[in-house]
Nanobody
Framework: QVQLVESGGGSVQPGGSLRLSCAAS????????MGWYRQAPGKERELVAR???????NYADSVKGRFTIARNNAKNTVYLHMNSLKPEDTAVYSC?????????????WGQGTQVTVSS
């Protein structure tokens, strides 16, 4: 059974930093992308950042220059380093992976972790 387990959410003041981690486990043969999405109350889920197997990355315009996504291939783990956090970054952050398991690629999701930015 494939699982994505997130950690690192919490509450922080504006301007602060947090690091999210997402570890993929199970019968995973390869990973094409891993990334982070977020959903704030009353808003649609949006892509925050993702990293491809070749190391290329995508970021939402709203987080460019503040967030950095990184990946440890040996541990099947992706990290999201979030700096200069703003109240508008408050959301549930969910890890997503496009993984090759059981003979095909499929999308997998973590359970989500709350990030709250407030003074």
């Amino acid at each position: 059974q494939v699982q994505l387990v997130e950690s690192g959410g919490g509450s922080v003041q504006p301007g602060g930093s947090l690091r999210l981690s997402c570890a993929a486990s199970g019968s995973i043969f390869s990973i094409y992308t891993m990334g982070w999405y977020r959903q704030a109350p009353g808003k649609e889920r949006e892509l925050v950042a993702r990293i491809f197997s070749d190391g290329n990355t995508n970021y939402a315009d709203s987080v460019k220059g503040r967030f950095t996504i990184a990946r440890n291939n040996a541990k099947n783990t992706v990290y999201l380093h979030m700096n200069s956090l703003k109240p508008e970054d408050t959301a549930v952050y969910s890890c997503n992976g496009y993984l090759f398991t059981s003979g095909s690629y499929s999308y997998y999701w973590g359970q989500g972790t709350q990030v709250t930015v407030s003074s």
